[in-house]
Every structure is written in structure tokens, then in C-alpha cells.
């Protein structure tokens, strides 16, 4: 095992039992991964894969059948690390009739906080995550969006070294989807090791640096984002706009080094561009409606 790893499984198992002790679910076979420190680690698999088994393994909240794993070097069943640890469940349990500042101050008086460092950290993390102007709002009248930044803030309380977050971006839309990431991307610039386990796979792509895929319980591709999106047999050029002579010019050159070329074509962004393009224009010049087929210009 290398030393600096935050997270270390070894053929890590866990099967499920049912309440006569006989095993009912093979939820994890034989994982084996390391997490680096500072990294963004996308756990990634259908559901029922294993995710959010290996999550509670991780974090002690279940016991391996098999195998080893350690957390930030200790045995992950010593529930003291958990400390330094964030976890964001796929379903926060918040206090409904608690509004943000109580909520925070709550969670930090668990960890023993004074209450001018929980002030501090409550301004800090309201401001994060944008609910300044909800922090006085119980969280009953919260949206979905809303409940999942404060389950964030929460989740970020104690100021850890390692985040668990388990779909953060399920349920929010496109724009509460961009900001979800862009938070993620900041608490690896703070330095932090995240690991998200998500079924999203354009918002995994877009913060990942690197990402394990599951399917039944088993490790099946594990790697960087851009390695595994690369197709190393295939080259492709971006130019300005051409006109046909200069392509069958390139076509020749092409041909002349035994290349062949196989598409030409204008680049496409992504619908998820397209739809916060079209907001922001939206927002900048509220009368402006674009004709069929027209589309806000790139960012
Ligand atoms: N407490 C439990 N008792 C029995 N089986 C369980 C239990 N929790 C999970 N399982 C089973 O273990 C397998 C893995 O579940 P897990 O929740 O880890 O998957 P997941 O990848 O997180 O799925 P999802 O994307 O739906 O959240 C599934 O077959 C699930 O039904």
C-alpha cells in the first residue's frame, strides 16, 4: 500500500445479510483502489453497483465482510478519523423547523466548537454556498437545490480533510448542477481529497480527475477522466471555417501521409452549455428571443 494514499481498499467484500444471518446481497467483490490526497474521485456505476455501500464502508458505518480499508491511515472502523471527514449523504436529514444559522450552529456544537469560531464558520459557509438570503428561513420552505447546499455547508462544518458526497448533484437543475460543481471544484482548490459517487456522468466528466466505474459490486475501469476519454488513434484538428477547395486541399495532404480523413464537421458544444448560455443571455437582456435554430453565442 502507498503511504500518502487518503483512501486504501484491499479486496474489499461486503455482502448483505439477511436477519437470520444468511448472505442475501453481494453488494462489493474484492475492491481495490487508492484516492489520492487533493484529488477529485468519481465513484460511478448504475444503480445498485455499490456506491454508496463503499461510501459506509469508508466511513465505518458498515463493517467489510472481507478485506482491508483505511482512511486518512487509519482502519476505517475507527470512527474517531471521522472527524476529519465530510460526508454528504444522498439524502440529508435536517432538522425541517431549524433555518440555516441554527442548523450550522447546531452541527458545530457537535463538534465541540466555541461559539465565536461556529459564528465564523456559519458566516463562512452560508456565504459558500450562496444562502445568504435564506439563512433565516426554516429549512422546510428550502427547494431542492436550497436543501442540497445547506446538507453541503453542513457536511463541511468541521473544515475536513476528505469529502464524501454521495450525488450531490441528484435532482438540481442545470443551473444549481453548475454551482454544485463549481463548489466541488473549489474545496479541491482549498486542498481537500473529494470522492463523489454519481450515475451523472457529464457532471462527473466536468469535476473528476479521476473516476472508478462499478457494475455489480465490482471494479470493472478505474483511471484519469481525460486518459480513458482519449482516443489515441485518432487525430483532430480544429481550424477556422474553410471552404470546400481548402478541404480537399487538406484531404490530399491527408491522403499523401497515408491518413484518411473520416468526418468534417462544425463542433458541438454540450446541451448543459447550451442551457446556461441561453439563461445568462436570458438574464443580461430579458427581451431578447433567439429564431428557430439560432442559439446564444459561446461564453
Ligand atoms: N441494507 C441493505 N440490505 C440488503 N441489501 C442492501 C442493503 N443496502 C444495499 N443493498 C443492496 O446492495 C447493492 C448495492 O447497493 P448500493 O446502495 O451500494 O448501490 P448504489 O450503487 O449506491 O446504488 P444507487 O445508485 O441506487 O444509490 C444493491 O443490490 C442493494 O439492493
Same mark, same amino acid.
Given at each position: 500500500?502507498?503511504?500518502?494514499?487518503?483512501?486504501?481498499? !484491499?479486496? /474489499?467484500? #461486503?455482502?448483505?445479510?439477511?436477519?437470520?444471518?444468511?448472505?442475501?446481497?453481494?453488494?462489493?467483490?474484492? /475492491?481495490?483502489?487508492?484516492?489520492?490526497?487533493?484529488?477529485?474521485?468519481?465513484?460511478?456505476?448504475?444503480?445498485?453497483? @455499490?456506491?454508496? *455501500?463503499?461510501?459506509?464502508?469508508?466511513?465505518?458505518?458498515?463493517?467489510?465482510?472481507?478485506?482491508?480499508?483505511?482512511?486518512?491511515?487509519?482502519?476505517?472502523?475507527?470512527?474517531?478519523?471521522?472527524?476529519?471527514?465530510?460526508?454528504?449523504?444522498e439524502e440529508s436529514y435536517l432538522?425541517?423547523?431549524?433555518?440555516?444559522?441554527?442548523?450550522?450552529?447546531?452541527?458545530?456544537?457537535?463538534?465541540?466548537?466555541?461559539?465565536?469560531? +461556529?459564528?465564523?464558520?456559519?458566516?463562512?459557509?452560508?456565504?459558500?454556498?450562496?444562502?445568504?438570503?435564506?439563512?433565516?428561513?426554516?429549512?422546510?420552505?428550502?427547494?431542492?437545490?436550497? *436543501?442540497?447546499?445547506?446538507?453541503?455547508?453542513?457536511?463541511?462544518?468541521?473544515?475536513? %480533510?476528505?469529502?464524501?458526497?454521495?450525488?450531490?448533484?441528484?435532482?438540481?437543475?442545470?443551473?444549481?448542477? +453548475?454551482?454544485m460543481k463549481d463548489l466541488i471544484? #473549489?474545496?479541491?482548490?482549498? $486542498?481537500?481529497?473529494?470522492?463523489?459517487?454519481?450515475?451523472?456522468?457529464?457532471?462527473?466528466?466536468?469535476?473528476?480527475?479521476?473516476?472508478?466505474?462499478?457494475? $455489480?459490486?465490482?471494479?470493472?475501469?478505474v483511471g484519469n477522466v481525460k486518459? /480513458?476519454?482519449?482516443?489515441?488513434?485518432?487525430?483532430?484538428?480544429?481550424?477556422?471555417?474553410?471552404?470546400? %477547395?481548402?478541404?480537399? %486541399?487538406?484531404?490530399?495532404?491527408?491522403?499523401?501521409? @497515408?491518413? *484518411?480523413?473520416?468526418?468534417?464537421?462544425?463542433?458541438?458544444?454540450? /446541451?448543459?452549455?447550451?442551457?446556461?448560455?441561453?439563461?445568462?443571455?436570458?438574464?443580461? !437582456?430579458?427581451?431578447?428571443?433567439?429564431?428557430?435554430?439560432?442559439?446564444?453565442?459561446?461564453?
Open positions: 500500500m502507498s503511504a500518502e494514499a487518503v483512501i486504501q481498499t !484491499r479486496n /474489499l467484500s #461486503k455482502t448483505y445479510r439477511d436477519f437470520w444471518g444468511r448472505p442475501k446481497v453481494k453488494a462489493l467483490n474484492s /475492491l481495490t483502489l487508492d484516492v489520492q490526497p487533493g484529488e477529485i474521485f468519481g465513484l460511478l456505476g448504475p444503480n445498485g453497483s @455499490g456506491k454508496t *455501500t463503499t461510501l459506509k464502508l469508508l466511513l465505518g458505518l458498515l463493517f467489510p465482510s472481507d478485506g482491508e480499508v483505511s482512511v486518512l491511515g487509519k482502519p476505517a472502523h475507527e470512527v474517531t478519523k471521522n472527524e476529519r471527514i465530510g460526508y454528504l449523504p432538522y425541517r423547523f431549524l433555518n440555516a444559522d441554527e442548523t450550522l450552529d447546531f452541527y458545530g456544537k457537535l463538534f465541540n466548537m466555541t461559539a465565536a469560531t +461556529r459564528k465564523q464558520r456559519r458566516d463562512e459557509l452560508i456565504e459558500m454556498v450562496g444562502l445568504q438570503h435564506a439563512r433565516r428561513r426554516q429549512l422546510k420552505e428550502y427547494s431542492k437545490g436550497m *436543501t442540497r447546499r445547506i446538507g453541503l455547508a453542513q457536511a463541511l462544518i468541521n473544515n475536513p %480533510e476528505l469529502v464524501l458526497l454521495d450525488e450531490p448533484t441528484s435532482g438540481l437543475d442545470p443551473l444549481g448542477t +453548475r454551482d471544484l #473549489k474545496l479541491k482548490a482549498d $486542498g481537500k481529497t473529494v470522492v463523489m459517487s454519481s450515475h451523472l456522468l457529464a457532471d462527473v466528466q466536468d469535476v473528476c480527475d479521476r473516476i472508478a466505474i462499478l457494475y $455489480g459490486g465490482e471494479l470493472k475501469v486518459d /480513458l476519454l482519449e482516443s489515441r488513434d485518432e487525430t483532430q484538428i480544429m481550424s477556422s471555417q474553410l471552404s470546400p %477547395e481548402a478541404i480537399s %486541399e487538406v484531404e490530399s495532404v491527408l491522403k499523401k501521409h @497515408g491518413a *484518411t480523413v473520416k468526418s468534417v464537421s462544425h463542433p458541438t458544444s454540450t /446541451l448543459e452549455d447550451l442551457f446556461l448560455r441561453t439563461v445568462e443571455e436570458s438574464k443580461a !437582456r430579458p427581451g431578447r428571443r433567439f429564431a428557430p435554430g439560432e442559439a446564444p453565442g459561446r461564453v
